[in-house]
């Protein structure tokens, strides 16, 4: 039996048209588009390039976005005076941090500089141990993970009490995925590099969440039938087969896991979408705060 797809792109098109048109009753309502601050430090190629596709999808649903370009030396101080600035900038809703940002920047203390009702990554300290707290809310939830939540709640089975798998606990993916989906009520084990038995962890999951930065490392063998499967990973690997010389895999061997799983997301279309989508809903969310506060 084949699994069903969860059509990341479907899923965040239709969110998308719901955001654009709250971004157009905002403007209505404020004068103004809803804002979001990017800051991008140095010259990675895949950070430029995943600023570029925030910013066309700002476009889109008619969030206004503005970028501070600063080079691979920037300092600490010219970093954090680019966050403060957007701080203190009403226009600007929400603050992006591109990460990783350049080896000499502390990053702990960039991200602490975000104002919290402006952090819509949802990584500030603050907002991480709201969402791993009891009776707590955080401000936002970040956006990865968030999207990773609503695909596996778009399949329409039950979180609650279902074992879930979380395949690494980094700050901004598996940590967070982890807490959110405990809060859910399923029951959370966290897998990481110095877990024993991996496969053995994995197929005893109901929900798989992989996120580990490793080409299809999550063997479909290891799956429990039926499982759902969200393949956070986006590895990029030679393939001269296509135009560009590569072409993006997964974290998951999709086609075994596909065989076996319930569900699962494909790379790309699926968590991907959802990352941008939860970005331009929390920047839409901070800006109606702005003007009901
Ligand atoms: P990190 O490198 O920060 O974390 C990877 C995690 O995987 C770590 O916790 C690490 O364990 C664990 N790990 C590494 N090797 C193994 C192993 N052999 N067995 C078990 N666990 C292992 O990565 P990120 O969390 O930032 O990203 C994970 C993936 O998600 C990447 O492919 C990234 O490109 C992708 N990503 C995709 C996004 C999207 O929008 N689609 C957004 C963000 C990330 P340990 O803690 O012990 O080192």
């Known amino acids: ?96 941090v591109q990460l990783p940002l350049p080896d000499q920047i502390d990053e702990e203390a960039v991200l602490n500089e975000i104002s919290l009702g402006k952090d819509v ?22 956006a990865t993970p968030t999207g990773a939540m609503i695909l596996i709640e778009e399949t329409g089975q039950t979180i609650e009490g279902a074992r879930a798998v979380v395949v690494g606990r980094s700050n901004i993916v598996g940590l967070p995925v982890a807490l959110m989906l405990a809060n859910a009520n399923a029951t959370v084990t966290i897998c990481h590099s110095r877990t024993r038995d991996l496969a053995g962890q994995v197929g005893n999951a109901d929900i798989v969440v992989a996120a580990v930065g490793r080409p299809e490392y999550v063997k479909g063998a290891w799956l429990k039938p039926g499982a759902i499967v969200i393949d956070v990973g986006s590895n990029s690997v030679d393939d001269p087969a296509s135009e560009k010389g590569y072409r993006y895999v997964g974290d998951v061997e999709f086609a075994t896991a596909r065989e076996r799983a319930g569900f699962i997301t494909k790379v790309p279309g699926g968590v991907g979408p959802m990352t941008i989508t939860m970005l331009l809903q929390n920047t839409l969310k901070a800006a109606w705060r702005s003007v009901v506060a």
Do not use: W
Request: glycine share 12%; net charge neutral.
């Open 121 to 142: 990554d949802g990584i500030h300290p603050m907002n991480l141990g709201k969402l791993g707290m009891r009776g707590r809310e955080p401000t936002f939830t970040p």
């Open 1 to 96: 039996m084949s699994a069903q797809i969860i059509d990341g792109r479907a899923i965040a098109g239709r969110i998308q048209g719901e955001i654009k048109a709250s971004a157009g009753d905002f403007l209505e309502a404020a004068g103004a588009s809803p804002g979001l601050g990017v800051v991008l430090a140095g010259d990675d190629a895949a950070s430029a390039m995943y600023v570029r596709m925030k910013r066309r999808a700002c476009e889109r649903v008619g969030i206004v976005s503005e970028a501070r370009l600063l080079p691979s030396s920037a300092s600490q101080r010219e970093v954090e005076d680019a966050v403060r600035g957007f701080n203190e900038d009403p226009a600007i809703h929400g603050i992006l």
